[in-house]
């Protein structure tokens, strides 16, 4: 069966400091992958999304960027965090673009 | 663009009592409709899921029914328990080929004992 990691799990960092965050599924090959935020009480803004490794396509433009360096590896990163930044990372695959989304376990970033 | 509009929580209802959460969308061709459930400090899991029109998607005693005349894909469940106490989102597929997904802004839903 497939399975999606997230690490860390929860993460405190200091505004400009560098963020790397990362993800990685489990049991499938070439997945689709996305990156969500989640602020406090609030939807879900897609990030980036992948549909092989080196393709990202970014939704947003902001202060973070990702990298896909492996086929199950999906990393979110930022030169330097703002406090804007902070809030709950989510990361999804789906098997194909034409099925639902699976979420992992999320990050949780405070930026202080 | 594409959008979904779901009804604002919190709900807070007693257990045993009907759930109704309101999710309407607009959106261009026939996308996919699924609702999904997060649990505090969780990441999202689906719940059920409707390819097309008139079709009910269900599961652990929730249902909902893609309505495409009325462009809805409420959520329904009999009788709740304090276990269901979530915040539930609405989410429909865009027919883009990148398989992106737009989310409602969810829906907190309160049980009590």
């Known amino acids: 069966s497939q399975t999606i990691h997230q690490w860390p799990a929860t993460l405190v960092q200091p505004v400009g400091s560098p963020l790397s965050l990362e993800c990685t599924v489990e049991?499938?090959?070439?997945?689709?992958l996305y990156w969500y935020r989640q602020a406090a009480g609030r939807g879900l803004q897609l990030l980036f999304y992948s549909v092989g490794i080196g393709q990202i396509s970014s939704e947003v433009p902001q202060n973070l960027s990702a990298s896909r360096p492996q086929d199950r590896q999906f990393i979110l990163s930022s030169k330097k965090l703002l406090l804007s930044d902070s809030g709950f990372y989510l990361c999804?695959?789906?098997?194909?673009?034409?099925?639902?989304?699976?979420f992992g376990p999320g990050t949780r970033l405070t930026v202080t | 663009g594409d959008s979904v509009t779901q009804m604002e929580g919190p709900v807070t209802l007693s257990e045993e009592a009907f759930l109704t959460i309101n999710c309407t969308y607009t959106?261009?061709?026939?996308?996919?409709l699924f609702w999904y459930v997060q649990y505090p400090g969780e990441g999202l899991q689906l719940l059920l899921k409707?390819?097309?029109?008139?079709d009910k998607g269900s599961n652990k005693g929730f249902e909902a029914t893609y309505r495409k005349e009325t462009t809805s894909f409420h959520l329904e469940k009999g009788s709740v328990q304090v276990s269901d106490s979530a915040v539930y989102f609405c989410?429909?597929?865009?027919?883009?080929?990148?398989?992106?997904?737009?989310f409602g802004a969810g829906t907190q839903v309160v049980v009590t004992p």
């Open positions: 999804a695959w789906s098997p194909s673009p034409r099925n639902e989304q699976y």
């Open positions: 409707a390819t097309k029109a008139d």
């Open positions: 049991g499938t090959s070439n997945p689709n």
């Open positions: 959106a261009t061709g026939y996308p996919s």
């Open positions: 989410a429909l597929r865009l027919t883009d080929s990148w398989g992106k997904f737009q």
